[in-house]
């Protein structure tokens, strides 16, 4: 076995009431994927953190190549060869895509001013690698969160580190995008690199990976070639216990029409989107990233303005022209972007989780704290939300469990009809199937929903009915038991034109 | 039906209605360092001068920094959502001129002070609309805005004064609200209260409870973090700033109805330069400008320990100049201090 590239040895950090690592250790060796895996919370991205000079470690030593090493910023790390794609991006919206690449190593000419041409020119070479079709001087504000994701990945890649790593590097795109990934991966194996990946989904990581580490409760459980374990034992390292990852879907009696949307369209992303939507059903959404799915529901939302279009709530004829409008009227949004949309993350759990019905906790002039905090309390156990407390800032929970308390602020409007925009994007296998059920059992209670995911097992496992939406229209439409994942797919990619 | 209804996760964590109480933490909070500097402020003035502690000169020292601190409350709610409204000076004088006129036709104190206010929300809607409806950015509208109404009071006022008020007016704005009352007992008393600081209070008290008790509070900390998921959330984000910009030109005018009777004259440089004063107040209050974080009672304890200052400076005949470079040094020691805190607290050398 060559030698390692990067070793951890004991390390170990801890947070005020948490201990994220404890006496971790591992080493990634040149020209191999090394996955990390883990429950929300385990511990997965502090690695990262500490990896990259965000976090300093309470504890323990990073190697890099036999040398001893102390990070105290992301340019340290840098420069000892180690560039990271963090889950929660932070970029430039006003910014360029070819700066949000070289922020912090631009190239510069002569008189160490920035050499713009060099810098396009070299974006747009980064970009090319890896498949994107995105000019480098639009402004990151322009491009979706998959494209945003690709800029990440090139500004990765622009540091020609040793060792990547990539935290979640899929959760937000789709299939096709994830192949051009896995492509890179490979390269940046063959040239001789250590590559360190986190994900959620199974899949990806035997697709992958070479070795694995699996951590729970920031303590190392496991680790190994890759090919030497099954999916089960993985997941019972991970939780500790075997895990039941797929719930039978609830067999719910469907009931009437609650909403029904007919004819909505905006001006150029999507148009005459029409479905009927009844109570218990569950209602998938399927498409590729950009079929304009997210677009339509937040225009029904009222986030964005139609065109045209009516939108049917118990038969009364809805005029939605701001997200309260459709709060008050019983439906709710659970929005794709985290960061940006979903959560607000200098506030505390509870903050968050009352957010979008405060009127429901008013007692007298004021809000009531406990029961604000009942409500907490009662969603954050059915989501299994890892936190040390329920005031703890949004920005100190992982990223899985910041977005169950995203889910939890919207399942306490108690709402008639929810539309879920990738809800599980994040979430681990345990929750996963946790949120699962606990859609299935709102829906048995009478919820309607609306399931907009890029995941297929996802969608057939939970959906009464799927349309497929293809360039901003309703394209197809399939009833459970009487799809396969080659109709649907075949579908939103339009490579099977014959069905009419 | 649900035949094998599935168990859900077992309870693995415990997870805590609230965190732990550390001394640490408590002792960090900004309210607190404001205290301290409080109390440094109230004993190092006593121990300088017999003539700080006397309810009298206190009461006074208040008619110097209340009606700047009743415009400092509406500052507060606008930086913490990411705003700032630099017009309010402005305001107090194009309000002032109103009043002037509005007393040569024979207005009453009430119709007077109905002037200054009507004047402040017509400013405050005009700042608010254009924030909101054409989505400029308020310090660029509010410096726009602080030229056009001081403008427009200097081009009607030329250097003209307005010097006749009623004297009912006159009266509330320069003797005292609520009157010394001895019981015989010589720490208990019923001090004496001018109108503005009995008023800033009063507000302050209502402020407090509105941000730190009400869903709108809440809300206004949820847009001044994160405005997008803020809309998202159902929260009226255009609505309440436009609220709070009438708000703030509405307390701007009603400053400008205490000033104007306190001074018993105007003229259009009234009030020049208030506008950094209140930020000041906001700041030192403990209010971010980036947003989402602050405390009505932070914004109190600083409108007190730089009027405190500003008195006890002044009893002691130091010069102004000194007074501003104190209270620059001041604001910035105040604002660093947690900050190496942190660094020091978060960066432990292993
Ligand atoms: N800045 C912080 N302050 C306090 N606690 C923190 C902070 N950052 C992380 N934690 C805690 O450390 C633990 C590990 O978090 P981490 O982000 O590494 O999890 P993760 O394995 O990446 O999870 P996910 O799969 O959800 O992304 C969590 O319990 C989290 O709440
Ligand atoms: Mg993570």
Redesign the interface.
């Given at each position: 076995m060559s030698q390692p590239i990067l070793t951890l040895s004991g390390l170990s950090k801890s947070f005020?009431?948490v201990r994220a690592l404890h006496d971790v250790s591992l080493s990634l060796r040149p020209g191999s994927v090394t996955a990390i895996l883990g429950e929300n919370g385990a511990g997965k991205s502090t690695i990262v953190k500490v990896l990259t000079g965000i976090y300093?470690p309470?504890?323990g030593e990073i190697r890099v190549r036999g040398e001893l090493k102390s990070f105290?910023s992301p340019r340290d790390a840098w420069a000892a060869g180690i560039a990271a794609i963090h889950q929660e991006t932070v970029m430039f919206d006003e910014l360029s895509v070819a700066e949000n690449i070289f922020m912090g190593h631009m190239p510069t000419g002569p008189a160490r001013f920035v050499d713009w041409s060099e810098m396009h020119a070299r974006a747009a070479a980064l970009l090319k690698r890896i498949d994107a079709a995105i000019p480098p001087e639009f402004k990151l504000k322009r491009l979706s969160v998959a494209q945003k994701h690709l800029v990440e990945i090139a500004r990765a890649l622009s540091h020609e580190a040793q060792v990547v790593i990539m935290d979640e590097p899929t959760a937000a795109l789709s299939a096709n995008e994830i192949d051009d990934l896995f492509r890179i991966v490979a390269q940046l194996k063959a040239e001789g690199r250590a590559v360190l990946f986190i994900s959620h989904k199974f899949d990806e990581i035997f697709r992958i990976a070479d070795d694995f580490v699996c951590l729970r409760d920031g303590e190392k459980v496991g680790e190994g070639a890759i090919a030497s374990v099954t999916e089960p034992q993985l997941v019972r390292m991970m939780v500790g216990r075997p895990?039941?990852q797929v719930?039978?879907k609830?067999?719910v009696a469907i009931g009437d029409v609650v909403l029904s949307v007919a004819g909505l369209s905006n001006a150029t992303e999507y148009a005459d989107v029409s479905f009927d939507l009844r109570k218990g059903e569950i209602l998938g959404l399927y498409g590729l990233v950009g079929a304009g799915r997210t677009e339509a529901m937040q225009g029904l939302f009222g986030?964005t303005p139609k065109t045209r279009g009516t939108v049917t709530l118990e038969g009364r004829r809805l005029s939605i022209g701001?997200?309260?409008d459709?709060?008050?009227a019983g439906i709710s949004?659970v929005?794709e972007d985290r960061q940006?949309?979903?959560?607000?993350?200098?506030?505390g759990i509870r903050?968050n989780v009352?957010?979008?019905?405060?009127?429901k906790?008013?007692r007298g002039?004021?809000?009531s704290r406990t029961s604000e905090?009942a409500e907490t309390?009662r969603l954050?156990?059915?989501l299994?939300?890892?936190?040390?407390?329920?005031?703890?800032k949004l920005a100190e929970l992982s990223g899985g469990n910041q977005q169950k308390v995203v889910i939890a602020?919207w399942l306490a409007t108690r709402p008639k009809v929810i539309v879920l925009d990738e809800p599980t994007k994040g979430i681990d296998v345990?929750?996963k199937?946790?949120v699962h059920?606990?859609i299935g059992e709102l829906a048995?209670e009478g919820l309607a929903v609306v399931l907009i995911t890029s995941e297929l097992p996802e969608v057939m496992g939970l959906a009464d009915r799927v349309l497929v939406m293809k360039e901003g229209r309703v394209v197809d439409a399939f009833k459970r038991g009487q799809w396969s994942a080659e109709a649907i797919v075949g579908a939103a990619t339009g490579a099977a034109k014959e069905a009419a | 039906m649900n035949m094998d209804t599935p168990v859900p996760p077992v309870d693995r964590y415990i997870v805590l209605d609230a965190p732990p109480r550390r001394l640490r933490d408590v002792l960090l909070r900004w309210e607190v360092i404001l205290v301290i500097l409080l109390v440094a402020t109230i004993v190092v003035n006593t121990i300088v001068s017999p003539y700080f502690l006397d309810v009298f000169n206190l009461a006074d020292a208040t008619f110097n920094f209340s009606e700047k601190a009743i415009i400092a409350l509406a500052m507060a709610l606008l930086i913490l959502v990411r705003e700032i409204d630099l017009s309010v000076a402005a305001i107090v004088a194009l309000a002032a001129m109103g009043i002037g006129y509005a007393a040569e036709a024979g207005f009453g104190p009430v119709g007077l002070f109905a002037t200054g206010i009507g004047i402040g929300l017509l400013c405050g809607a005009f700042n608010g609309m254009l924030v909101t409806w054409f989505s400029l950015p308020s310090i660029v509208v509010t410096i726009g805005t602080m030229s056009l109404f001081r403008g427009i009071t200097q081009v009607i006022l030329g250097d003209q004064a307005k010097t006749k008020y009623p004297q009912e007016f006159l009266d509330l704005g320069q003797s005292y609200f609520i009157k010394m009352k001895e019981t015989g007992i010589s720490w208990l008393f019923v001090p004496p209260v001018p109108l503005s600081f009995l008023i800033f209070l009063v507000l302050a008290v209502l402020f407090g409870l509105v941000l730190h008790k009400t869903a709108v509070g809440r809300q206004l900390f949820a847009i001044g973090s994160n405005p997008v998921a803020a809309r998202f959330s159902g929260i009226p984000v255009d609505k309440l700033r436009f609220l709070l910009f009438v708000v703030s030109g509405m307390l701007s005018g009603l400053a400008g109805a205490l000033l104007t009777a306190r001074l018993g004259s105007m003229r259009s440089n009234i009030g020049v330069g208030w506008e950094l004063d209140i930020v000041t107040m906001v700041i030192l209050g403990g209010v971010s400008i980036a947003g989402g974080v602050g405390s009505i009672l932070g914004v109190v304890l600083a409108v007190l320990v730089l009027g405190l200052v500003t008195f006890g400076m002044s009893l002691n005949n130091i010069p102004g100049q000194v007074v501003s470079v104190y209270i620059g040094a001041l604001l910035i020691a105040v604002i660093a201090i947690p900050r190496i805190l942190d660094k020091v607290r978060v960066r432990p050398i292993r």
């Open positions: 005020p009431g300093r309470s504890d105290s895990v039941d719930f039978p609830r067999d986030i701001a997200p309260s459709a709060i008050t949004y929005p940006e949309q979903g959560a607000i993350v200098s506030l903050e009352t957010l979008a019905n405060l009127s906790y008013i002039l004021f809000l905090q309390r954050g156990k059915r299994a939300v890892k936190a040390a407390n329920w005031e703890q602020k345990g929750s199937a946790a059920d606990f048995s | -």
